[in-house]
């Protein structure tokens, strides 16, 4: 992705102000218990996918949700296991590593398909190096007039994207996480 016009950052930082002030401190208790969690461990267990959901607003009366139950813990944090170290790569850039931590993810029920659930697992084991990938992101996206290079997974697509917004946020004087670029464009996307 090239670089973004100042029209672009300008609504970025809009939104990110008004989620700021709109959205209270313990909004995120619930991400950053399960961040401690899955640092300590290393991997993300069902008791922490399930408190991610109820984190995300996402809907467990799913076929997905009812396999996943069905699975031995210690299976998906096999799975979860491989996602963490590569989202944690610090070999590889950011793009890269949400690449490989997504594909990682791919036979775990709830990630085959769609980016909520498998991008708030990656934030859940990168938070400073991750953020979350939702219809409201790529609503806000279209809104901007930013496409997603996908030729190599939507995921990575969209880090690259993440990490351009970031350097050129820099670049006005702000040090934004990949974080604060996803509440942005949640805000945006709304």
């Known amino acids: 992705m090239s670089a973004v016009d100042n029209d672009v950052i ?15 401190d313990s909004y995120d208790e619930v991400l950053f218990d399960v961040v401690a969690r ?5 991997s993300v267990g069902k008791a922490d996918i399930g408190a991610l959901l109820f984190w995300k607003r996402l809907r467990a009366d799913t076929p997905w949700a009812m396999a996943l139950h069905n699975m031995r813990d210690s299976d998906v944090r096999v799975v979860t296991g491989a996602m963490y ?10 793009p890269t590593a949400a690449g490989q931590a997504r594909q990682a993810l791919i036979g775990l029920p709830g990630c085959v398909s769609g980016g909520a659930l498998p991008s708030a697992l990656i934030l859940a084991a990168a938070p400073d190096r991750m953020a979350i990938y939702d219809k409201r992101a790529l609503k806000a996206l279209g809104i901007l007039g930013i496409a997603l ?8 697509g969209y880090m690259q994207t993440v990490e351009t917004v970031r350097a050129e ?4 004087g702000k040090d934004w996480s990949a974080r604060d670029v996803d509440k942005a464009l949640f805000q945006l996307g709304k």
Do not use: I, Q
């Open 85 to 94: 170290v590569a989202a944690n790569d610090l070999a590889v850039d950011v």
């Open 169 to 172: 946020v820099r670049g006005r």
């Open 38 to 42: 899955v640092e300590s461990a290393r």
């Open 149 to 156: 290079d996908t030729s190599d997974g939507w995921y990575r």
């Open 10 to 24: 300008g609504k970025l930082l809009v939104a990110h102000a008004d989620y700021e002030s709109t959205v209270t």
